[in-house]
C-alpha cells in the first residue's frame, strides 16, 4: 500500500482560546456547548484521531455520510472516536459538533505476538479438527479477493461442529474489519472450548449433539495480514476496485441490504467505502452463501469496540417484528455486562451482515462489540481472557436456546443437581411445570414429570448403567417453556 507524505496542517476554530494545552484537547468536553480545539493533521495517513462530540444521532448519522472512519459511539456522552481527514474535520465543525484530538497512536495497530495470524488461524483449525474429526471438519469457505487475483494464497476457513444434519444452525463470525484483533480470538476460543469439553462437560457435549456450530474466526484474511503488520486496515485489500491509498472494501457494508443507502461511502478512498455492487466480494459472498445454505438460527457477529450487542435494525429507526430479537440480545447484555440495543439507535447504517441475515433468512442477528474505549482495536493480547470471560456466556446462551428462541421467555433454571434422592432444580421464576428427559430431550410436556415445590422441583427417573446426559425444563406461569440445563445422570 503506497503511503502519504506527512501532512502537517492545523484546523483551529475561532473559539478556541490561544495556549489551549494538549490534554485539554485529549479531553472530552462533558458540559455547556460543544466546543472545538486545534486539530494538527501529522500521521502519514491525513488522517487526525479525534474524540466527536455530536449532540445527537441524526448528526452523526449525516457525518458518516462523509465517509468518516467511526471507531466506537457512546450514546450516554453523546461522544464517538474516529479518524477524519481535514475536509470532514470541517463537516463536522458545520454541524455543530465539539473536537479534541486524540493521539495519532491510535491511527496505527501494534500487533502483539499473543494474537493469531491467519496462518496460524488455520494451523489451529486444521488441527482441532484432526483431534476431534469423529465431531469436527474443516471447510474452505471461498477464496480471499488476494487468492481470486493470485496474489496470496488465503481462504475463508470454517470449523464446522456437530453430529449430522438437520439440527439447529448457529453460525460465530469475526474479523470483517481487519484491525479489530480480538475478535478472531473470540470464535477460536469456543472451537476450542467445544473440542475441548465435549464428552467432560455436560452441556458442551449436548449442544455439540443437538446444534450445528460454525465457526469463522476470520472473514477478512487479507486486511487482517496488514494489520498484523501495524496497520490500522479496516477493509479488504480490493485495490482494483477499491482505494488505492486507504486500499480496500468495507465489507460490512457490502451485504445487500439497505446497500448504498445510509451510513456508507461511495468513495474508494473512504474506510466505510461500501463496494461497486451488493457482495461485489469474494468474502462476502462466501457468507452469504454459507448462510443462504445454512439459514442459522442465529448469527452472532464479533466486532471492536464499545462493550455491546447490537441487533436489527441498523439501517432504520423501525422496531424488529421479533420480539425474540431484543429479548435475547438484551439477555446477552446481562450475561456480558454490555450496553444491549437496537444498532440504529446509535447511527444509521445500511448493508451489513446482521440486517441481511434477519432481513432475508430471519436469522436471530446480533453485533458484538469486544472491547471499551481505553481497550481500542489493539489491547495487549493479555486482555483476552477478560473478552472471553463476556462474551463466552451470550455464545453458550445462543446455543442453549439454538433449538427453541423463545425459551428466553420461560423460566431459567439453575443448580441442577442428581443426588440420591433424584433430580433437584431451582428456578429463577416461578414455574408451574418441570420434567426432564434421559439420553435425548422430546416433545415438551412428554418427559418425566418433577414434582414443584415454590422455585424447587424434585423427581425421579430410572438409572441406567452408562451415563447419559440428563436435559431439564420448566414451563413459567406465561405458559412458555425455559430453555434446558443439562447434566449427567451419574
Known sequence: MSMLRPLVLTLVAASVLAGCSLADQGRSLLGGEPESGPVAFTHSSGLAAVTLRYG???????????????????????????????????????????????????????????????????????????????????????????????????????????????????????????????????????AELLIGQYGVDPEITAWVDTREIWLVPMVNPDGHALATRGDSQRKNTNDVSGGKRRVGVDLNRNYATAWGTVGDSPHPESDTFRGTAPFSEPETKAMRDLMTAKKPVFLLTFHSYSNMVLWPWDHKDASPLDPRLPAIGKEFGKLSGYVAQQGSELYLNGGDDVDWAFETLGTLSYTIEVGSRSDGFDPPYSRVDRFWNENRPMMLYALKVADRPAGVFGPALRDLAVTEAGILVRSESPVERAEAFLGTPGASGTGIPLAIAGNEARGQFATTASRQLLWVHARGRNGEWGPWEVTWSR
Open 56 to 190: 445527537n444521532r441524526d448528526k452523526l448519522t449525516q457525518l458518516l455520510g462523509s465517509g468518516i472512519d467511526l471507531w466506537s459511539v457512546d450514546n450516554d456522552l453523546m461522544e464517538a472516536q474516529a479518524a477524519l481527514n481535514p475536509a470532514q474535520i470541517e463537516t463536522a465543525r458545520k454541524l455543530g459538533m465539539g473536537i479534541s484530538q486524540l493521539p495519532d497512536r491510535r491511527l496505527f495497530n501494534r500487533f502483539d505476538a499473543g494474537y493469531h495470524t491467519y496462518e496460524q488461524v488455520a494451523s489451529k483449525l486444521r488441527a482441532l479438527a484432526q483431534k476431534r474429526g469423529d465431531i469436527a471438519t474443516i471447510v474452505d469457505l471461498g477464496d480471499s479477493w488476494e487468492k481470486t487475483q493470485k496474489r496470496a494464497d488465503r481462504d475463508l476457513l470454517a470449523l464446522k461442529i456437530g453430529k449430522g444434519s438437520g439440527k439447529p444452525v448457529v453460525l460465530f463470525a469475526a474479523c470483517h474489519h481487519a484491525r479489530e484483533l480480538a475478535t478472531p480470538e473470540m470464535v477460536l476460543r469456543m
